[in-house]
């Protein structure tokens, strides 16, 4: 700035920049250059540099947040919406509902509500796929399936097994096939026109029919 009389007023000296080395996070023999050990987000508190393994997002996945592509976990406090998608090297939490969105984990995928899907779009984990109800949804879980509610014209294979807890009409139409059995109180509807597929076990076609699967669910990426 300058003074009344239009003379410069020069600054205070500076003081020298001091760089903290935080969680995943190693600092070069200077101290002037941080380097990240491992995959994930950074973080800056004051002079403290840190990379969070973790990505959360407290809201939905929308036009805000954009769609996820992350390395690690991803957190997600409200839903996932029509268009969007999570690719994650780790797991995902959906704290609402997916509604007719991609996700792929290379962990386990838990959603505390339900998944609306369509023909496009699939919901695929090298672990396990855990949620309360799905409509119309494409699932592929490397693990196992675990249903709190109904299936209602779902494609679903399992590498293990399909757990559904629903005490009563637990798969209504689709197609679902677990390698190692599956466990239902239900299955299908006498009362309804919708056919039901029901497969488990060994199954010679099933190498076949993920692949298949996988073609399809690239269609929205």
């Known amino acids: 700035g300058r003074d009344v009389f239009g003379k410069p007023i020069p600054p205070a000296p500076g ?3 001091r760089i903290v080395a935080g969680k995943n996070v190693c600092l070069s023999e200077d101290g002037q250059c941080a380097f990240a050990t491992s995959d994930g987000c950074v973080k800056v508190v004051r002079s403290r540099i840190s990379v969070d393994t973790k990505m959360q997002i407290r809201g939905d996945v929308n036009f805000r947040s954009g769609s996820i592509e992350f390395n690690g976990d991803v957190h997600v406090g409200g839903d996932v919406k029509e268009t969007f998608s999570i690719t994650a090297g780790g797991s995902i939490t959906v704290g609402g509902l997916v509604d007719r969105a991609n996700l792929k984990a290379g962990g386990d ?3 505390h509500n339900g998944v609306f899907g369509k023909e496009d779009v699939s919901v ?7 949620f309360r109800f799905a409509e119309n949804a494409n699932l592929l879980a490397g693990g196992s399936i675990y249903a709190k509610g109904a299936l209602v014209n779902c494609r679903a294979h399992a590498n293990e097994k399909i757990w559904l807890r629903a005490s009563e009409k637990a798969v209504i139409g689709g ?4 390698a190692h059995g599956i466990e239902a109180h239900s ?3 006498a009362r309804l026109a919708t056919r039901t597929v029901v497969e488990f076990g060994a199954n010679p076609n ?6 298949s699967f996988k073609i399809r669910s690239r269609v929205a990426t």
């Not at 197609?175 to 677990?178: Q, V």
């Not at 099933?206 to 692949?211: G, L, S, V, W």
């Open 206 to 211: 099933i190498e076949e029919r993920e692949r």
């Open 109 to 111: 995928i838990i959603i």
């Open 124 to 130: 695929e984990a090298e672990g396990n796929i855990t």
């Open 15 to 17: 003081r020298p920049a």
């Open 175 to 178: 197609h679902i096939y677990a």
């Open 187 to 189: 299955l299908g509807n």
